[in-house]
């Protein structure tokens, strides 16, 4: 009975039936046709048994090993490798099929290659989570043949596999590895300007090309031979709060992801360049009720604690209630902060909703209000308008994209810093945007 699962018809024995078919149908038309008819029958069957033999009886068989990542990273490509082994002694054509997460919505990834005797290979392959959570990765199944290929020997190899997915972690680590490597201005991170200086001084050090000249140590200099100045560096351990709104505003889809993914993986990303900033990092999350709260801290373990809080983040389709959020914030969150707050106001109306609470968060903490550009509605007042429908469209889409100009001139008039950006740069936008009110001395 084993034998039989694992026994498969190939493509190649099917042609060759209908090949033979047909020649059969020849056949009664013409009797001279019946010694070649009767040998390709003989000579079909005969291969098959062949074919059997050789893959069942024979020595050796094929293998594969599946690699996963321990998490795989949401929104990011993450690679998978299968390590496929032929032991048997002759060449063998197969076909690799991966029972890939129902997530992924694949049913066709397969591989078709050739190796020989006791040959070893590499099949590398990308996936690409859209949302957070359990993936579960069935079996590798290994279709393998002889060159003729009339018959597969089906082999399941490895077991079922969960792997969990995660906020987008390895952006995280390539803005990390930028920051190190001075190269995070080819990514769209700007250089700040210092406004003046902070209050911490690092140390004395040779002056090079682009330092403020009034940063000049006159006494240091007469003692050296070289020019010297004093190095000033950022102020440490400011709290650095993201507030995060999981309401049902933030389910809108861009690009395979919903807002709220798009802002997990920005949040995370901002927090840890918080942390190599040696500031303090928190989280809230909220909608109808506060959801998570994550005191500020810069210990090693703070990271850690941010990315498991924010791998459990869903949108449980309610409406934000910022007044919840106000009071929850002022109990927990008693020093002057940083409140970057990723949320998503489509009108004046429904900013005006909230605006009290903004504007009463802005008197104890510094507030940057992160909202979405609706990519959708641009793309609509771009198209041209050919009839009175699409000129009512095209007028309609423009008024909701001038209001959203409107939600931060509103937000700026009180003194709440806002960034209006497209989930696309909106790491960027948030990094830029943090960078610069540290420069600026503001937090």
């Keep these: 009975m084993k034998f039989l699962k694992s026994l498969y018809l190939s493509n190649r024995l099917f042609v060759g039936i209908g090949l033979l078919v047909f020649l059969l149908i020849i056949w009664h038309f013409y009797d001279f046709l019946e010694p070649i008819a009767q040998l390709s029958v003989f000579l079909l069957l005969g291969m098959i048994v062949l074919d059997i033999i050789v893959l069942y009886l024979g020595k050796g068989q094929v293998t594969c090993e599946r690699t996963l990542p321990e998490k795989l990273s949401n929104g990011d490509d993450n690679n998978v490798f299968l390590v496929v082994t032929n032991q048997y002694p002759f060449q063998v054509r197969m076909k690799v099929l991966e029972e890939l997460p129902e997530q992924f919505q694949v049913r066709d990834k397969t591989f078709t290659i050739d190796l020989a005797p006791g040959e070893r290979t590499v099949i590398t392959y990308i996936v690409r989570p859209s949302e957070r959570g359990e993936y579960h990765f069935g079996k ?6 002889t060159m003729v290929g009339l018959i597969e020997r089906r082999v399941a190899a490895g ?7 995660y906020p987008g972690f390895l952006q995280m ?3 990390e590895f930028l920051a190190i490597s001075n190269r995070s201005m080819e990514f769209g991170i700007k250089r700040m300007r210092r406004v003046g200086h902070s209050y911490e001084f690092d140390q004395i050090r040779k002056y090079v090309q682009g ?3 009034r940063s000049v140590n006159w006494k240091a200099t007469a003692r050296s031979a070289d020019l010297m100045v004093n190095q000033y560096q950022d102020e440490r351990a400011q709290n650095v709060y993201v507030i995060l709104n999981v309401g049902r505003v933030m389910k809108m889809p861009f690009k395979g992801l ?3 993914d798009h802002a997990v993986n920005s949040a995370l990303i901002m927090l840890n360049v918080a942390l190599n900033k040696d500031d303090k990092a928190g989280l809230i999350t909220f909608s109808n009720k506060i959801h998570a709260s994550l005191t500020a801290s810069n210990k090693h373990a703070q990271l850690n604690a941010i990315l498991e809080t924010l791998y459990n983040v869903k949108t449980d389709f309610a409406e934000a209630d910022y007044e919840s959020m106000y009071y929850n914030l002022t109990k927990t969150v008693k020093q002057r902060s940083l409140l970057l707050m990723y ?22 903490h510094l ?3 992160i909202f979405f550009k609706n990519t959708e509605l641009y793309n609509l007042t771009e198209k041209q308008a050919v009839d009175t429908e699409g000129i009512y469209i095209r007028t309609i889409a423009s008024k909701f994209m001038y209001e959203k100009e409107l939600i931060a001139k509103e937000l700026e008039r009180f003194g709440i810093q806002s960034i209006l950006t497209t989930p696309e740069n909106l790491t ?9 009110l540290k420069m600026r001395g503001m937090i």
């Design 428 to 436: 960027v936008d948030a990094i830029n945007k943090y960078l610069e």
């Design 258 to 260: 919903t807002l709220l």
């Design 211 to 213: 330092d403020d000249i």
């Design 140 to 145: 590798t199944n290994l279709y393998a043949s």
């Design 159 to 165: 077991e079922d596999t969960m792997v969990p997915v």
């Design 343 to 364: 949320v998503n106001f489509e009108s004046m109306f429904s900013l005006q909703r909230e605006l009290t609470y903004l504007k009463r968060l802005a008197r104890k």
């Design 367 to 369: 507030v940057v209000v």
């Design 173 to 175: 680590r390539k803005y």
